[in-house]
């Protein structure tokens, strides 16, 4: 059993900056890739960023430049650091991790990008 628990995300205004960070628990050797999805209302979920356990990074085109992710392999911990958040980046994000060849979702939470 495997358990993600999500937080950090909110209201912000354009232009803001938000952190969300997802700690992961449960029964698992280690962790092969964490990443972070989301999904705009309509649309498809979509992936944001994703890092290896040897620290490569892969993100999105729309978020380049904006979002850094990272991860804390000591803790189990995966951040995503959101900046010059637009209206666009409105979407409720999902943590996501790969455990041996399974994949394991958080419960997801909500980025807002008004004004």
């Known amino acids: 059993q495997v358990q993600l628990v999500e937080s950090g995300g909110g209201l912000v205004q354009p232009g803001g900056s938000l952190r969300l960070s997802c700690a992961a628990s449960?029964?698992?050797?280690?962790?092969?890739?964490m990443g972070w999805y989301r999904q705009a209302p309509g649309k498809l979920r979509e992936p944001v960023a994703q890092?290896?356990?040897?620290?490569?990074?892969y993100y999105a085109d729309s978020v380049k430049g904006r979002f850094t992710i990272s991860r804390d392999n000591a803790k189990n911990t995966v951040y995503l650091q959101m900046t010059s958040l637009k209206p666009d980046d409105t979407a409720v994000y999902y943590c996501?991790?790969?455990?041996?060849?399974?994949?394991?979702w958080g419960q997801g939470t909500q980025v807002t990008g008004s004004s």
């Open positions: 996501n991790i790969k455990c041996a060849g399974r994949n394991y």
């Open positions: 449960g029964s698992f050797f280690s962790i092969d890739v």
């Open positions: 890092i290896t356990s040897g620290g490569t990074t």
